[in-house]
């Protein structure tokens, strides 16, 4: 059933858990059955979950690198081209490109576009500020943030089958598998 209007109609599968093994553990199951767009939610950080869901990618130092070597670029470049080509004035006899001088203002703005790259890299590659998600909709959720553990497949994903995928998840002896619809 890899209907169009099956996956515009439905965000995906949802299965409840009562405890975190359990839910890890169902993980390990939906990666090693292929499915890649599966997310979790829990009341608590499991530190296994994050293998099972081999989730090891993480771009924001990458981020803040390129926002660090940018903000020592445009420090350096924008001190040389006042004092150098804009408005150079010979100050005690130093020439006009003394880079020693440029250091701490070039250094500063390496730290303050690194960190402002992070901050909103962060933000951006985890889709915040995100007041509505679909999740939501589903009936005990909210239990989420005291002690229900819950494993939700994507419609997005290549495999997902509703039947096919329902079944799956049931095998995982989940307390409840429920729709989770836009």
């Known amino acids: 059933m890899h209907g169009q209007d099956t996956k515009s109609s439905l965000y995906g599968l949802m299965a409840e858990f ?10 390990h199951r939906v990666r ?10 829990t009341p608590v950080p499991i530190e296994e979950l ?22 020592c670029l445009v420090g350096f470049f924008l001190q ?3 004092s150098v080509i804009a408005y150079p004035i010979n100050v005690g006899g130093r ?6 001088s440029f250091i701490p ?3 500063e703005l390496t730290i303050l576009f690194a960190a402002l790259t992070s901050a909103f890299g962060m933000l951006a590659l985890n889709g915040l500020p995100m007041p509505y998600h679909p999740v939501f909709n589903v009936p005990g959720f909210e239990r989420a943030t005291t002690d229900r553990f819950f494993l939700c497949i994507e419609a997005k994903d290549e495999q997902f089958d ?7 998840l049931e095998s995982l002896h989940p307390r409840e598998v429920t729709d989770v619809v836009p």
């Open 18 to 27: 009562e405890e975190a093994g359990a839910l890890v553990a169902a993980a």
């Open 32 to 41: 090693e059955a292929g499915y890649e767009h599966v997310d979790a939610f």
């Open 50 to 71: 994050h293998e099972a869901l081999d989730l090891h990618r993480n771009e924001v130092p990458l981020i803040a690198l390129i926002g660090g070597i940018t903000g």
């Open 80 to 82: 040389y081209w006042i």
């Open 95 to 100: 020439p006009f490109n003394s880079w020693p």
């Open 105 to 107: 203002v070039t250094f």
């Open 162 to 168: 509703r039947d096919g995928t329902r079944a799956f």
